[in-house]
């Protein structure tokens, strides 16, 4: 029976770990307050000057962005931003309003072990950004003709990948 036991654990264990979900730690490094923002998980934030928001993503989830928005003005949870606005709305269900400096990626959807990241500035650019992940490279953008992100939809180089289950950081004004 107690050998039943510690396999169904280390079973559980296992596929738990085969998940590939994502922790997602966004920093404002910036002298002014931001208001990130992400689709499909994360939705909306205020984040003062140094401080951090944690956003757990699920597993397979593919095509999520997340941004920051300035000149932001909310009472009760609509208003507007001056950049990434999202419909007026404080948490977002649908993509900010250009321009924004984008941090996109997909968990685990193709192969189930790899995620893709990349930043994009083909809606424009609003904030510097550095964006990486726990096993693999850090993307580092601080001008609109950023080297580093997509420039324009064809520019499929820019991709960066890494394990499975990892931890990213997106980093506003890094």
């Not at 264990?13 to 922790?23: E, V």
């Not at 992400?38 to 989830?61: D, E, F, K, R, S």
């Not at 550095?130 to 939809?153: H, K, M, R, W």
Request: glycine residues 14%; contains cysteine; charged residues 5%.
């Amino acid at each position: 029976m107690a050998s039943t036991v510690v396999f169904l654990v280390v079973l559980l264990a296992a596929f738990s770990a085969g998940t590939n979900a994502g922790t997602f730690t966004i920093t404002n490094n910036c002298g002014s307050t931001i208001w990130p923002a992400g689709i499909p998980v994360g939705g909306g934030t205020q984040l003062n000057p140094g401080q951090t928001w944690t956003v757990n993503v699920p597993a397979g989830t593919s095509s999520g962005r997340f941004w920051g928005r300035t000149g932001c003005s909310f009472n009760g949870g609509t208003g507007s931003c001056q950049t990434g606005d999202c419909a007026g709305q404080l948490s977002c269900t649908l993509s900010g309003q250009p321009p924004t400096t984008l941090a996109e990626y997909t968990l685990g959807t193709t192969g189930g072990n790899r995620d893709y990241y990349d930043i994009s500035v083909i809606d424009g650019y609003n904030l510097a950004m550095s964006f990486s992940c726990s096993t693999g490279d850090t993307i580092v953008c601080t001008e609109p003709g950023c080297p580093q992100a997509y420039l324009n939809p064809n520019d499929n180089s820019k991709v960066h990948n890494c394990a499975g289950n990892s931890n990213y950081q997106i980093t506003f004004c890094p």
